[in-house]
């Protein structure tokens, strides 16, 4: 037995379970450090990068020399990335290190590996934080400095953040950036550290990149972006630049006056070189949607009991409404919006096969879609982070933004603003997709809200007709839920659609009986779909 094999440690039950790795096909242990740090970076150099999987060796590991002298190579690195396809010494460029936790531990491994190797790009990452290192060597000394980003396949280290806009390219990894963008603020920033806080500066921030993005001549180099050698401090003021001169402007039914970004120079730099490389406009819908989850997800789950309504039940439920072209569609708890994202796919889809079969262009084909975006869809939410939430979702996959108000939807809707009574009215929609906040502690008791409701009046059961009879007295207060039936069955034209998220004892409680009386007086139920 070789001193090597004697610390090998014996199999664990972990270690017995194996997955087929991204870059190799071989089969490897399916450890934490496996699965959440190699495989994903592995996959992200390759998506991401545009590296080929011929440039990178993963199984067997690659080995570097642990000093000038060590013929038989040390140390074996967990990501190796050449510069060409022939996988040698004098080809290495980029070595990723993932079995050190910490990214101060993680660092200093690192840089052992590169110090007698060829490799000048370095990266630390452990699945949830990495760090980007470059290797410089000056008057014989070596020395590294961090970087905003790794360069791409082909590109030079020099030209990190100067990509112009039509170098930025699609993801299919906008989660885990986020991911790493989350854990990254929470463990680093002083003062904000909580998601419900992080989040609305990850709006801001995300809003300057859509404006880029969509602004900027495709041989223009782009305004978000970190640069090598550029100061957080000029990275800062450049954005910050851009959100109070230009997207407060644009995005005026977004952002206020005193909306500014709070975040310290050194943040604002890290998100920017995090982003920079991708146009995420042209990202997939679902990818967005994760990336989302991500980052907002955590921030909603609070005492009024929002969350994010699970994709396949919102697919179920827009499926079985069926929407169409010229359907008015309306969320009045829109929450991240979910539901009018999903509807508004749909009615995209059928718009595309419309315009392939009458041959209209690709322009024609984005300007219908927008033009029904911004007529035909509409969503309340009394939380102004959530409307901005929905706000930043629509305009990220085509707009539809300006439908969207931040009102209470059981209010009296004389109290709405001018521009929430406009474009919402009662009897005007032809679907209502919702999921409205409901929980145990959840309770409405403002008597002029509860008073404009039939089902905020107690009801009486008369034994002799075997029906309920409304009377004038007020319930001292209500589930939001409840009410939220009878307001959206208001917003529907005749045979409109409501498709709605109920706690299940609404239909089955007998002290429930008179919701579902009123309910079968005012519409015909087609489905009911129980859930977990």
Request: contains cysteine; proline residues 6%; aromatic residues 8%.
């Amino acid at each position: 037995m070789t001193p090597e094999e004697s610390l090998t440690p014996l199999p664990t039950e972990e270690t017995k379970k194996t997955i087929a790795d991204y870059i190799s096909g071989k089969s490897v242990a399916a450890t934490p450090e496996e699965v959440e740090a190699v495989q994903v970076f592995s996959k992200r150099l390759v998506e991401d990068y545009g590296y080929s999987k011929e440039q990178i060796q993963t199984r067997p590991q690659f080995r570097v020399r642990s000093s000038p002298s060590d013929e038989q190579k040390k140390y074996p690195i967990d990501i190796a990335v050449f510069a060409g396809l022939e996988r040698n010494e004098e080809n290495l460029f980029l070595i990723v290190e993932c079995k050190e936790p910490t990214k101060k531990t993680g660092l200093r491994q690192l840089k052992n590996y590169m110090e007698h190797s060829p490799a000048t790009v370095g990266v630390w990452f452990n699945g949830k934080e990495h760090a980007y290192i470059r290797k410089v060597i000056k008057a014989g000394t070596v020395e590294y400095a961090e970087l905003p980003n790794i360069p791409r396949n082909g590109q030079r280290l020099e030209d990190i953040g100067r990509f112009k806009r039509r170098d930025l390219r699609p993801t299919n990894n906008l989660k885990a950036v986020f991911k790493d963008i989350r854990n990254q603020l929470a463990g680093s920033m002083t003062g904000i550290t909580r998601d419900q806080e992080l989040a609305p500066q990850i709006i801001i921030l995300l809003f300057c990149k859509i404006y880029d993005e969509l602004n900027r001549p495709p041989d223009e180099i782009v305004s978000f972006r970190a640069g090598i050698g550029e100061s957080a401090e000029d990275v800062f003021k450049r954005i910050d630049s851009l959100f109070e001169d230009e997207v407060k402007e644009e995005y005026d039914d977004v952002f206020d006056v005193n909306d500014n970004i709070t975040l310290d120079e050194k943040s604002v730099h890290y998100v920017v070189g995090e982003l920079q490389n991708y146009c995420i406009i042209e990202a997939e819908r679902d990818v967005i949607s994760d990336a989302f989850q991500v980052f907002i997800g955590p921030a909603l789950t609070g005492p009024e009991g929002q969350f994010f309504t699970p994709r396949n039940v919102i697919k179920l439920i827009v499926a079985l409404a069926e929407p169409m072209p010229k359907d008015y569609i309306v969320d009045p708890a829109c929450g991240s919006g979910g539901f009018l994202i999903n509807a508004l796919e749909r009615v995209w889809q059928i718009v595309e096969s419309e315009g392939k079969r009458k041959s209209w262009s690709a322009t024609q084909i984005e300007k219908r879609k927008a033009r029904l975006a911004s007529k035909y869809f509409r969503g309340i939410d009394k939380d102004a982070f959530l409307t901005k939430v929905t706000k930043a979702y629509m305009a990220l996959v085509g707009d539809g933004r300006g439908g969207i108000f931040c009102d209470n939807s059981l209010e009296v809707s004389s109290n709405w603003r001018e521009k929430t009574r406009d474009k919402i009215k009662p009897r005007t929609f032809n679907l209502v997709l919702t999921n409205p906040p409901f929980g145990k502690k959840l309770r409405i008791d403002d008597p002029q809200i509860l008073s404009q409701y039939e089902l905020g009046h107690r009801w009486i059961h008369d034994r002799e007709t075997s029906t309920w009879q409304k009377t004038n007295d007020l319930h001292d207060s209500q589930p939001p839920q409840i009410l939220f039936v009878e307001r959206c069955l208001e917003l529907l034209r005749d045979r409109g659609i409501l498709g709605i998220v109920l706690p299940e004892s609404l239909f089955c409680n007998p002290s429930h009986r008179y919701i579902l009386e009123f309910l079968t007086s005012k519409a015909r139920i087609k489905a009911i779909a129980s859930m977990p």
